[in-house]
């Protein structure tokens, strides 16, 4: 349904070419979750942004395809993106969105008003189906008379995904959507999440640096490292048998509750963006890095069918 | 030391927040620590878990007496310190405790270099001269790993990972050599492959030096490896405690059990199942509920629960629950 490939958004800042997201390539099913996984710093976010065309002012590069039904949305300009595409097509949660809600608008009215900029549904009816996603998200629908600050956070992060929901897009770009949120919290809006996805065929793009978080949606995984994917992989290959080095110590470093593990981390720390190592990036901290991870870019090596790894150690 | 051996005992300590609402109405108070028990031999490390709001971070707070008690006793090492008065009394406390921070950016000062960061509590408390305060420094650098010390000695915070400031900061928690360290969220702010070597760290230093570590968390999956104890805290009570692994294997207040349920551990087969964890919000800590306050959330809660705050009662040796179920 949804084919990345090549994409690439640079920034210009004072210091140099920021590369966030360098030739980045994926691929998404109908109904299926992608969980983006890596630290921050890694490109996550830009790669959400750049996917929704949300860019900053400072955009040094923005190409490649990115492909919705067979149709290249990049060659769509700005207004042709804003009116199709997003929100539409393609919606996002932010991180930390619940905050963001604005304070003087009741939330019914805030959840209601994609559908009435984007498709001009008359307000009356986009307040009803206001309350009606209201409800699919599980809070009464007396709170869409309310203003956000009679909200928990919650119930603010749920109506946030009722505002994503709205307009019936094909993909839900999902960022960090529950990091400021507590665990009992965090996990009640999974168990909404996954509901959802049962429900209604729909995808979603889970972005998110917590990997244990990450198995709770994904049914693939792409991991992150300096602007590029290093791995991309099913979830029962990824969790059980991952096979980037970076990806298997980001495994070993995530504690566990129910089995007995000696953790490990990695030593250093990643590297700038604006001046990524040549090679591997990853080589500086790898342990099983050889003389060519320095010099050449590995390529993506398919080690099983739907399993990608950009490693040499598997070219 | 105190003669039943206990460095720490902390004795029903409340901690009230005034919160006015207008000239004419009556102060309302947010109790964020309302009613906590609980005693430390020198060299025990405890993890204090509890989500936001449940006033971790102010009873630690209220321990270093960087908030004034509002009822209860703190003794330490066998003196009563809740309300020191005395400056010299009040110095003593500050050098034997230590407090580590979850922004370490927020911590440090960004005029100073790290080397004055660290000399500072030196000069303060009047430890050593010049030499002997540039040996302490080299050595405390050392000991966090931050070498070849000469290289970071001079630098200036901004130019540190969040990673090798949080281990400045450490090293200044610990350069007075004291016996009681709280570490608040100190690894929640770094990234997940960063987060095992500070854990590791402070661990090594709590080990060898003997201190008692009071690690303050959200994470219930970090706790196994750095403490043999854990408190779990909710609305200003702490409602469990015991030895770590027998409270992760072995929970017993409802809140512990819902906790343990809400966290994943990596696994392909989460995506197909729903998790057991209750509904709702914790209760405001200004007009808590009556009786328990996880009472209203709680799957199993009785009638009595709802009107009469339960005792904390010991079920097994050294594990201490909060709850109804058990009386």
């Known amino acids: 349904m949804l084919e990345v490939k090549d994409l690439r958004l640079y920034y210009a800042t004072r210091k140099g070419v920021v590369r966030a997201v360098d030739k980045v390539s994926f691929t998404l099913e109908k109904g299926e979750t992608l969980a983006i996984v890596g630290e921050s710093g890694c490109g996550k976010s830009s790669m959400a942004k750049a996917l929704i065309r949300l860019l900053p002012r400072n955009v040094h590069t923005y190409d490649g395809v990115v492909s919705l039904d067979g149709k290249n949305l990049m060659e769509l300009s700005d207004e042709e993106f804003r009116r199709e595409v997003r929100w539409r097509q393609i919606s996002m949660v932010f991180q930390g969105a619940q905050n963001a809600l604005n304070p003087v608008l009741k939330v019914g009215f805030q959840i209601a008003e994609p559908l009435m900029i984007q498709e001009g549904v008359p307000k009356e009816e986009a307040l009803e189906r206001a309350r009606k996603a209201l409800r699919m998200v599980g809070v009464h629908e007396s709170f869409a008379d309310r203003y956000p600050f009679e909200l928990s956070g919650g119930m603010r992060q749920r109506a946030v995904i009722a505002m994503a929901m709205i307009t019936n897009p094909k993909i839900i770009i999902l960022d960090e959507p529950t990091s400021a949120l507590d665990v009992i919290t965090q996990a009640n809006i999974m168990n909404l999440l996954k509901k959802i996805k049962q429900e209604r065929e729909i995808s979603y793009i889970f972005i998110t640096h917590d990997i244990a978080l990450s198995s709770e949606l994904a049914d693939r995984v792409a991991v992150m490292y300096a602007g590029q994917i290093v791995e991309f992989t099913d979830a029962e290959e990824f969790y059980t048998n991952p096979k980037h080095p970076y990806s298997q110590k980001l495994m070993a470093s995530v504690p566990t509750l129910r089995s007995d593990k000696k953790l490990e981390f990695i030593p250093g720390a990643p590297p700038s963006l604006l001046n990524p190592p040549p090679g591997c990036r990853f080589h500086p901290r790898c342990d099983k890095a050889i003389p060519r991870c320095r010099e050449e870019e590995p390529p993506e090596v398919a080690v099983k069918e739907k399993h990608y790894v950009k490693c040499w150690l598997y070219a | ?327």
Request: aromatic share 8%.
């Open chain 2, 1 to 327: 030391m105190s003669g039943n051996g206990y460095l720490l005992e902390v004795k029903d300590l409340r901690k009230w927040f005034e919160v006015r609402r207008g000239i004419f109405s009556k102060p309302l108070w947010l109790k964020a620590v309302d009613g906590v028990s609980f005693e430390l031999r020198p060299g025990e490390a405890v993890s204090l878990v509890g989500e936001s709001g449940s006033g971790k971070t102010t009873l630690g707070k209220t321990i270093l007496l960087l908030h004034e008690p509002t009822d209860g006793k703190i003794i330490f090492k066998g003196e009563d310190v809740t309300h020191l008065k005395d400056k010299k009394k009040l110095m003593w406390y500050r050098r034997e405790t230590g407090l580590v921070q979850q922004d370490p950016f927020g911590a440090m000062p960004s005029f100073m270099t790290i080397y004055r960061i660290l000399e500072e509590p030196l000069i303060i408390h009047k430890v050593g001269d010049k030499k002997e305060r540039e040996e302490i420094i080299y050595k405390a650098l050392e000991e966090v790993r931050l070498t070849p010390v000469e290289d970071f000695a001079p630098k200036y915070p901004h130019m540190l990972s969040g990673g090798q400031l949080q281990r400045v900061a450490i090293a200044r928690a610990l350069i007075l050599r004291p016996s009681l360290v709280v570490a608040d969220e100190p690894v929640s702010m770094l990234d997940a492959s960063v987060r095992v070597e500070i854990l590791n760290l402070m661990r090594e230093m709590q080990e060898s030096r003997n201190i008692t570590f009071i690690y303050i968390t959200h994470d219930l999956s970090t706790t196994r490896y750095f403490s043999e104890w854990i408190f779990i805290m909710y609305a200003g009570h702490i409602v469990e405690r015991g030895p770590t692994q027998r409270v992760i294997r072995n929970p017993l207040h409802p809140y512990t059990k819902a906790l343990l349920a809400a966290i994943p551990d990596p696994d392909p087969e989460n995506r197909k199942r729903f998790r057991d964890v209750p509904p709702g919000e914790p209760p405001s800590l200004i007009a808590p509920p009556p009786g328990c306050r996880f009472a209203p959330r709680c799957p199993v809660a009785m009638d009595k629960c709802k009107k009469e705050e339960p005792p904390e009662v010991e079920v097994e040796h050294n594990h201490f629950v909060k709850c109804w179920l058990y009386v």
